[in-house]
């Protein structure tokens, strides 16, 4: 990666940041900061403390996330957060549903917020894809049911851009998959997938 790859980055962020296209989407974005890898992380959305706490992944589902990456591949958070790039499908917090819970963001905030990840696939041309989530996996691939689409390396091309993609169940404690069969077999499956990705392995020895 070039240094103008990081200055572009670095512009398209603070672009990013910038951002009002959605009007229920409750600002600041949430960037994980400029940081040049072929491992790129799709999350969903912010919750409620990520804006606050100023980055992605920063809590309840942060600490299953990093948990899952330490005991599964040795990499733990700092090394993660400095050797991936963290995406979102939306990078705001969407509010509060009125029945509790964090919203689920609509089509239309979606595509307002798909310019900005096409421009990053674009910018970093990344490896490997890993979407978190079923709103993020549906970004890349057909989002099926988690025990079809968990455990398995798919390919796929979005933005001009061709990459491996291997997916993740969200790790909110909102839904037990994870932790019960076949989702923890299924998850322990995934894990090792990245882990045995040379991109993942490039990032590991940087």
């Known amino acids: 990666m070039t240094s103008r790859t990081r200055q572009q980055l670095g512009d398209h962020i603070e672009q990013l940041k910038a951002c009002r296209l959605c009007p229920q989407m409750i600002p600041p974005v949430v960037s994980g900061g400029a940081v040049v890898s072929r491992v790129f992380l799709v999350g969903q959305a912010p919750g409620d403390k990520e804006p606050k706490l100023g980055r992605p992944f920063a809590w309840t589902?942060?600490?299953?996330?990093?948990?899952?990456?330490?005991?599964?591949?040795?990499?733990?958070?700092?090394?993660?957060r400095s050797g991936i790039y963290m995406a979102a499908v939306c990078r705001c917090f969407p509010g509060k549903k009125p029945t509790g819970g964090d919203r689920v963001p609509s089509p239309e905030e979606v595509a307002n917020c798909s310019r900005w990840l096409d421009r990053e696939l674009d910018i970093l041309k990344p490896a490997l894809v890993i979407p978190v989530g079923k709103l993020a996996i549906g970004q890349f691939i057909p989002a099926g049911k988690l025990e079809e689409i968990i455990g398995?390396?798919?390919s796929a091309t979005r933005a001009g851009i061709s990459f491996d993609v291997i997916p993740l169940p969200h790790p909110s404690g909102a839904s037990p998959w994870p932790r019960m069969e076949p989702g923890k077999t299924l998850v322990s499956k995934a894990l090792k997938l990245i882990a045995g990705h040379p991109a993942f392995n490039e990032m590991k020895c940087r």
């Not at 040795?74 to 090394?79: A, I, K, L, P, W």
């Open 61 to 80: 589902a942060g600490k299953m996330l990093f948990r899952w990456f330490r005991e599964a591949t040795g990499v733990d958070e700092e090394q993660f």
């Open 152 to 154: 398995r390396h798919f």
